[in-house]
């Protein structure tokens, strides 16, 4: 249900106020998650102390909170966390990635409100003993407390860390550590150029995006060679255009001119490519790699529509299958050496294992919005007994597949399931796609070292290679499938063409807005409008159904079934300036 823009303002102002937070240069302890659960403190705590709440006021700000977290998108919420994790420089010189602190209230002060408001909730429940004695707020710091808030809540507030093996490729999974409490293995060793210098991180992240992409664009023109030195020519053939740019991309990596800049032609075609051609070529072979036909990647099961590798790609594309990841890594790093706009977006899990970001479990809700909300909850509920679940997932053709060793036979109980859900979330952000995603990784920083890309945030990044997104009235009206309601009547064209001359008027957020409405989705396919499908893969177009007005005022509101068909219904005799409304 669309949120009112007045409410939607209110909400985002508001939760601006809570969400401003700082990096804990010096680990700080008793920290928050961005769903709101508490990171167990450390000793240390106690140097900074924290301003206490009475339990009342706990309840009504912790409501306050997630009421208005509520009315936030999966956007907002995306844009709102993407500082949740951040590098800090250690004494040695090292960097490791930390949690930024609590939020900080409208004061500028710590705020802990989650940790008393959890403690407000032990104490009506008997069966928590331990935390029922946490009758004030000072026994939310002794261990028995936290770690029974950690067992009712879930371990969310844990990240987890994809490290790359340098000399093998190979991705492995570790636990990243709480605030205070950091490893040896927590060290990003990944942050110096191809010449030995080492990146400052710091300070360039704190730069404004457009400083930010200056000295990116200046790096990279270090990096490659001059287009009067030398360019790298390929000639693709249009109707083979993917498996030419395959073998030609190959080439330019074994014979060490990744880093000319480009010049393409295609055969049969003349052409004088002055960058035209270039993004023509981008953007077809583009196509291609997302396309559901091709089997690479599949689109994620969220509110905003993205692209997340396809864990059954061997399926559909053969044992080739992980030279063509290689290839997209390739193409990918392409794109941002020569300034070319991905006309695709990925998923925000993907985004992160590219920037190396710990993956945090409210990520699971940019893949498949239904298994998070699943797995939330198992994880605020008790009884696992009646759920029946075990240790093992449905896989992409039905197969069951075990989460640790001979886990389909073993239950899921309340005393087991934080590592149930641990496992899930590994499962699904990389032990399913692992192969994949090494090649990807590996592909990409063959041109782009991850040491530049890190001074980015997961925002920033898709900014950068993304651009803003555009929906083409054109590509909509073509792509659309009209009903009329008993025969096709002039009033009916008419009030067809108001809503044309309505969408035509929005800009790009209002258009956005206008699709999610129709479709659950406020982004496209990379087919654009032709490519809509239903949850179950059918091509669905786009679909408008003029049927009678109803009675006001509901009656001349437009609605839409977004689960099968993608249909709008447009009420006849609707006023011009009521539809006008639709923004």
């Excluded at 924290?50 to 912790?62: D, F, G, M, V």
């Excluded at 025969?487 to 969408?503: G, I, K, M, R």
């Amino acid at each position: 249900m669309a949120t009112h823009p007045s409410n939607a303002t209110s909400a985002m102002l508001t939760s601006s106020l809570l969400t401003k937070s700082f990096l804990m240069h010096s680990f700080l302890d008793g920290v928050v998650d961005e769903d709101g659960h508490p990171c167990p403190p450390s000793s240390s705590s106690t140097r900074h102390p924290i301003p206490r709440l009475s339990l009342p006021e706990a309840r009504q700000r912790a409501l306050v909170y997630r009421r208005n977290n509520m009315q936030l998108t999966q956007r907002q919420r995306q844009a709102k966390r993407r500082r949740l994790w951040q590098r800090a420089q250690l004494p040695t010189g090292e960097y490791v990635w930390v949690r930024t602190a609590t939020f900080v209230n409208a004061h500028g002060n710590r705020d802990d409100t989650f940790l008393v408001a959890m403690a407000a909730a032990a104490q009506s429940n008997p069966s928590k003993q331990q935390l029922s004695q946490a009758t004030t707020p000072a026994t939310l710091h002794s261990k028995e407390s936290l770690d029974e808030m950690l067992h009712r809540k879930n371990a969310a507030s844990f990240g987890y860390i994809v490290k790359q093996n340098k000399e093998t490729g190979d991705l492995a999974w570790s636990r990243a550590s709480l605030p205070g409490r950091q490893h040896l293995e927590d060290i990003d060793e990944d942050l110096t150029d191809e010449g030995g210098h080492e990146v400052d991180v710091e300070g360039t992240m704190a730069l404004p995006f457009t400083a930010k992409k200056t000295w990116f664009v200046k790096r990279i023109k270090q990096l490659v060679t001059l287009r009067v030195d030398s360019m790298f020519a390929i000639r693709v053939r249009r109707q083979f255009i993917f498996e030419d740019s395959v073998k030609l991309l190959q080439h330019s990596i074994v014979a060490g001119r990744i880093r000319e800049y480009m010049h393409i032609s295609f055969e049969g075609e003349e052409g004088l490519d002055a960058g035209g051609i270039l993004r023509e070529w981008y953007l077809l072979v583009c196509h291609e790699v997302f396309s559901a036909t091709l089997g690479l990647f599949s689109t994620t099961h969220a509110e905003n529509q993205s692209y997340w590798i396809n864990p059954a790609s061997a399926l559909s594309m053969g044992p080739r299958h992980l030279e063509y990841f290689r290839f997209v890594g390739h193409l990918l790093g392409r794109g941002i050496q020569e300034g070319l706009v991905l006309n695709a977006y990925l998923s925000l899990p993907l985004l992160k294992h590219i920037l190396g970001v710990p993956i945090s479990f409210s990520d699971l809700e940019y893949l498949d919005q239904d298994l998070y909300k699943s797995c939330v909850y198992v994880r605020d509920h008790t009884g696992m007994d009646a759920l029946s679940l075990t240790f093992s997932m449905m896989g992409n053709h039905g197969e069951e597949i075990d989460l640790k060793p001979n886990g389909r036979h073993i239950d899921v109980t309340d005393a087991n399931k934080l590592e149930y859900l641990s496992l899930v979330l590994e499962y699904k952000m990389l032990g399913s796609i692992a192969p994949q995603l090494k090649e990807l990784l590996l592909g990409l920083y063959e041109v782009i070292p991850r040491s530049m890309l890190s001074v980015f945030d997961y925002q920033e990044l898709e900014f950068f290679m993304c651009g803003l997104p555009n929906i083409s009235v054109p590509d909509w009206r073509k792509n659309t499938t009209v009903r009329f309601f008993r025969d096709h009547s002039d009033q009916q064209h008419e009030v067809l063409e108001w809503f044309w001359a309505v969408v035509e008027g929005f800009n790009d957020v209002e258009r956005g807005r206008l699709l999610q409405f129709a479709t659950g989705s406020s982004r496209l396919p990379v087919e654009g409008f032709k490519g809509l499908t239903s949850s179950g893969g059918q091509i669905y177009p786009f679909s408008i159904q003029m049927v009678d007005r109803g009675p006001p005022p509901a009656g001349m509101c437009p609605k839409a079934h977004t689960c099968f068909n993608r249909y709008i219904y447009i009420y006849i005799y609707i006023m011009f300036r009521n539809m006008s409304g639709l923004r």
